[in-house]
């Protein structure tokens, strides 16, 4: 027998005979068992029987020697394929080896190389970087010199437009003294020695005229045209700095308009502008139940709504039996009161007469008054009239007699409200700009206090010499005040700013007084920001303004440089004790760069401090007092209050002033308020010795302590002003009246005023906005060295604020205080566990953030250590643990409120894909919780498409723009400040976008929203002047007519067309006209004033007919009365065009136009802006009369003009070339249309609009231009 492996080899190819594809041999293995096995169990399987012969035997060991044989073969055949195998596998395992170090070989090439592109690539980038801050420097570099040009050509510009007035004015006295028969030698001819000229007249003496007329004082006229280069209106847009406030009636003058005020009410009381609303509680015994039910059931509701708003609440009560001895806080605390209430039965007592006489009778109209007269008790007392006592009585009517305008409410009787809620203020929005209103306030109140001090020092030289310095030819750095420790630098600054808020209306002064080193007052960042926002509020929005701190720094001086070009008139910056501001040299980069013409910068900084680079401007230093000034000070002091020194204490003070730290004016005033703290000769003298030991302000101060200390009653309160002088020095902004009263509690109130009285008449404390703080430095010194130990236990103080801060946050008291206190005092004591947790109380980085101090969010987070993501993540995971506990509607409201600013927050961060999810989230809640035409939706609409808009997704950020839009018209309106905002956005966006077509006509849209609501809502601080300047004037036309209270009348009528009291202005008036006709004749121009503004009346109610007849007689009489390039001549002459270009009667406004562009020519010369601005105007009329040929070489020369004098870039030029493109259109000429119109885009992409009104130069005129597309112009588009 035989196997396949017998018959096949391995490797050998059978064929199939079936005649399918043949298969090649593969060796199959075999399992072979041993020999003798095979052979036993054979001969079990077959037992040999009887007879069985050995042949077969033999067969079978045959065939199993032929298997072995068999089997021998294939193992050999199995040796040798394996040994075949393990040779090519050999080398396979060679030619694999070879391999490897081909490829190793290779791979350390290739790493050389990739280190060697490494390189490059760093190199590379170093280059770039390095190529970047050459071209950075060199941008800078640019715009500075591109600066200095434009200040150059504008200082040049001006001076030549001073020589060409200064040459006007030399004619026309020419002119004048020539018609008089005066005449003239020329000073060449003249025998004289002093050559000067000589003027002769019939009837007269000789006199001698002096050749410095350009130095000389400008005259009214030339006044006037002065004013008019720099406001760029030629046809006397306002004649406020020409015939005095308020002689023409226009709403665009708004600004003036307050100004103006401010020379006649320049402060205003304290109760406006207190941010404490101190309620005056006047009682009686048989009223102590009605007092006490109002001080528990309502005090807490009012409390809790004044800080809704941002403001502190105090009840403010002296009880009867100790009236007496706080005779003067009485007084000082009913002055500062807002509001008193009188609680009355039938008895009275000595101290409620009084004070009734000093709040109700004395100035009633000052704040609002309330009286409570309990009429009867419930038990069936008779009630009434009768059952008051004769003392009552004539109290009550002593009041009502006084209270002329019916300020005085009476509660007969009335019970009281128990519920004592008072609903919690809504948060308004505010806009896209966060500011802090305190912030604002702080620097109001602390001019209004530096101006009311009562300091006799004489600053009229130093006046003068800050007069000097700003009047002086530009290009001016700034101007440096120094001056040692309490030299008076911030009285100085004050008293001059309010000098020049009198005399020039027209400048614009920002000012900024820095307090303490660590206050919120000395962050250079809020200090730009608060100066950019009180520029552009001078505009029409706000927005823009980035909130990034390095942003804000950055921008200044572009802002700065934009709007000076955009103001009609100067803009003075005033920042007081700047060295204290932190880095404020770093951060005060822009100083050192040239300012614009029309720009002055004022600082003050203490002589020690002042850094090195600033020491080379002008400085105007302030010198210590001589002994002259120093006797007035302390005479003037012992005069007020009835103190008599003798020679020799006298002589002593003198021999002691003489040194530079005791003769400045800080120790002399604070000096002479010791000397009269104490009225006996015996104190005194003990005083005087006392302060001849002190060598400087510091040691002063720690005496005036022992002073205050030595005049209190008790030790309690002796401590209590020890506690509380440490924790204002402790605190970060100081400290309220109501926060002093919570901490110590058994503290009472009248201890605690008077307390305040002593030290704020020994110069330690004043109050700023609504806070506790010293009133200079050198006390916040004093305390640390007399009480602090030298800063020693500040740690133990800032701990105790912290006590008390913490509690008010856990009691989910988040007001304005505690975000503004908590976080900086646990930075200060370096507790960052703390200041993490206090920042993750979502309200509080909320209200840090609304109030606009991103910045010093910024700071406690990096201080923190954490970075933007870190910092969101933890912002999220503190939401949504937040958001597991709201379930009613006023909680959803406020978390919706909390992911918007967040989502706000994290895009002002830059992080843009985090900042969606949280809007997105504030959307979904808005639409549910409330509406999905809630105002809120379009507000979260709009903060969620401006996200959108800086990721470049213009198609969502449109869509979500345009249904804020409607959701916004549908709830207010098609005329409100949310369109306008709306609008604003959606054109900015079309601009990016290229489409400015449709950009323009929603900012034209958004420009008429903003005036109307200018003209309606105005300023309220404006208006606040307006009423109380119009209430003065009322009682002043009580008199017999003549001149003065005619021109009364007339403010008075202008003063109530600002509040658009149309009927009430219209009755003045008349009045006005009347008694002017009688006093001054028919024809006198003071009557061509009244009809001028009685015709502004008529054209606000459109009565065009009438208001043109007005304008006629006006125009007629000032054509008879006055010069023919008289400024009021061309202000009717102005109104009346516009009239009857509104009326369509475009052939009689042509000889007006004709004929203001021809004073316009006489006034400013060929070459002035003002002139190209009427050329245009009566080249706008010329076409819509179809006269086309006369109107193109109009646009031409007004075109040159623009060009040579603003620039080939400036607005006015791209307008012009607008309208002739229009032109050129029309008359056929199509190419040239459209290179026109081509340039006309290039230049309006070049400078884009900075806010939603038109750029306009220092030089240009006040927009008086039309458009070709719009020949009919609405009402109330230009007044």
Known sequence: MGTASSLVSPGDLIEDGYGAEGGEACEIPVEVKPKARLLRSSFRRAPRGIGASFKSTGSVELEYAAEYERLRKDYEIFRVSKNNEIASMQKKEAKLDDENKRLRAELQALQKTYQKILREKESALEAKYQAMERAATFEHDRDKVKRQFKIFRETKEKEIQDLLRARR??????????????????????????????????????????GGVLGSEPSLGSMMQLQQAHRGPEFAHSLIDVEGPFANVSRDDWDAAVASLLQVSPHVSQVLWSNTVRCYLIYTQETRAELHAFVQTHSSGLKRFCEGLGHFYLNVCFPEEKAALYTEERKMEIERSSVCVLLLKSSLSSFVVEDVEEAFVKCPDSRPLLVYLKMGDRKGECGGASSLSPATRELLER???????????????????????????EDVYSGDVLWDLHDEQEQIEAYQNICSTAANHSFQKYIDGLNDMVAAPPPTPPLLVSGGPGSGKSLLLAKWIELQQKHSPN???????????????????????????????????????????????????????????????????????????????????????PLPANVRVLVSVNVETCPQAWRLWPTLHLDPLNPREVRSVINTACVNTDTKLTKDQEKKLERHCRSASTCNALYVSLLARLLTHSRSSLSLEKTLHHCLSCQDTVALYRLCFKVALDALNTDRERNAMKELLCLVCASHNGISESEVLEIFSELSFPALSSLLHSLRRLLIVTFGCGLIRFQHLQACEAVMQEFLDGARYYALYREKLICYFSQQLSQNRVTWRVADELPWLLQQQENRSKLQLSLLNLFVSQNL??????SELLAYWQFVGKDKVSMAAEYFDALKEFERGCESEASMSKLANLYETLGRFLKDLGLLSQAVAPLQRSLEIRETALDPDHPSVAQSLHQLAGVYIQWRKFGNAEQLYKQALEISENAYGAEHCSVARELDSLSLLYQKQNKYEQAEKLQKRSIKIRQKMARQKGHMYGFTLLRRRALQLEELTLGKDSADCAKTLNELGVLYYLQNNIDAAKVFLMRSLEMRQRVLGTDHPDCAQSLNNLAALHCERRDYESAEKLYERALDIRKRALAPDHPSLAYTLKHLAMLYKRRGKLEKAVPLYELALEIREKSFGPKHPSVATALVNLAVLYCQLKKHSEALPLYERALRVYEDSLGRLH???????????????EEGDFEKAAELYKRAMEIKEAEPSLVCGKALSRLSSSGDTFSLRSPALLPHTSR
């Open 849 to 854: 953030y609304k109030r606009g101090h991103f």
């Open 507 to 593: 400048t614009l002064i920002l000012y900024h007084f820095v307090g303490r080193p660590l206050s919120t007052s000395a962050e250079p960042v809020l200090i730009i920001k608060r100066l950019t926002v009180k520029l552009l509020q001078h505009f029409w929005s706000i927005s823009g303004l980035s909130m990034d701190p390095c942003k804000i720094l950055e921008e200044f001086p572009r802002w700065l440089e934009r709007l000076s070009a955009r103001h009609h008139g100067n803009i003075i910056i005033v920042i007081d004790s700047i060295d204290q501001i932190q880095n404020a040299e770093r951060h005060m980069k822009w100083l050192i760069d």
């Open 1211 to 1225: 607005p006015r030029v791209g307008e012009t070339l607008k309208n002739l493109a229009v032109l050129s259109y």
């Open 399 to 425: 009041v009502n007699n006084a209270d002329k305008t019916a300020k005085v409410k009476e509660l007969l009787g009335l019970e009281m409200d128990d519920s004592g809620v008072v609903e919690e203020r």
């Open 169 to 210: 004015d030399l004619e026309s006295k020419l002119q004048q003294l020539q018609a008089q028969g005066i005449q003239l030698y020329d000073p060449a001819d003249s025998d004289s020695d002093d050559n000067r000229t000589s003027i002769t007249t019939a009837g007269t003496q000789c006199e001698y005229w002096s």
